[in-house]
């Protein structure tokens, strides 16, 4: 079981649908990327450490071309990791 402290959406839908995650796990942390909603490419990214992790969710938002980073941060809510 892990925490989902921030996550941000990118306010659009389907192919064009961005989702970043920081999560709290038992072990670490966690930023999962998403690109095209919930059967769209995901990559996850491993820290020990909540700065590291921190620092990769930024890059990750700002990777996004301006035309599809109008973010909103989603409430957080526990949840399960993989």
Same mark, same amino acid.
């Given at each position: 079981m892990g925490y989902r402290v921030e996550h941000h959406f990118n306010r659009r839908? #389907? &192919?064009?649908?961005r989702d970043v995650v920081l999560l709290r796990t038992e072990t670490g !942390?966690?930023? +999962? #990327?998403?690109? #095209?909603? &919930? *059967? #769209?490419r995901e990559v996850t990214h491993y820290f =020990? *450490?909540?700065a590291d &992790?921190?620092?990769?969710l930024q890059r990750? +938002? =700002?990777a996004v071309p301006p035309e599809l980073s109008s !973010? &909103?941060?989603?409430s957080p809510t526990r949840t399960e990791t993989r």
């Open positions: 839908y #389907g &192919a064009n649908r !942390w966690q930023v +999962l #990327g998403r690109e #095209g909603g &919930a *059967e #769209g =020990d *450490e909540q &992790a921190r620092r990769m990750m +938002l =700002d !973010w &909103a941060k989603m």
